[in-house]
């Protein structure tokens, strides 16, 4: 089993940043590759970016692309979501999640949900306009 805790959430005006972290414990964190995926109100959990265990391939959606960035520290068993030039659109529970079957952060990223082993509860980021 693998634990999985999110922090870092809040409000935040459009424009802002945000630093979302994710602690792991439980099995080796360096055989999982890890992604932070979001759910909106009425929507479906979606894929926002990815990395492999080596932290050298990540992965991001495009409505994401240029303004998340993706990292891990292996030595601290935490995984890391900054965003930056954040939108009324970004708002949503973002969780962490882990996968043990992933090489490829695109991989990861192709099919989504589904394919992550662990999940954290979430933590909420709201965006207002």
């Known amino acids: 089993q693998v634990q999985l805790v999110e922090s870092g959430g809040g409000l935040v005006q459009a424009g802002g940043s945000l630093r979302l972290s994710c602690a792991a414990s439980?099995?080796?964190?360096?055989?999982?590759?890890m992604g932070w995926f979001r759910q909106a109100p009425g929507k479906e959990r979606e894929f926002v970016a990815g990395?492999?265990?080596?932290?050298?391939?990540?992965y991001y959606a495009d409505s994401v692309k240029g303004r998340f960035t993706i990292s891990r520290d292996n030595a601290k068993n935490t995984v890391y979501l900054q965003m930056n030039s954040l939108k009324p659109e970004d708002t949503a529970v973002y969780y962490c999640a882990a996968a043990s079957g992933f090489t490829s952060a695109q991989v990861m990223g192709a099919i989504g949900p589904a394919g992550m082993d662990y999940w954290g509860k979430g933590t909420l980021v709201t965006v207002s306009s």
């Open positions: 439980g099995r080796t964190f360096t055989n999982y590759a």
């Open positions: 990395i492999n265990w080596t932290g050298d391939s990540t």
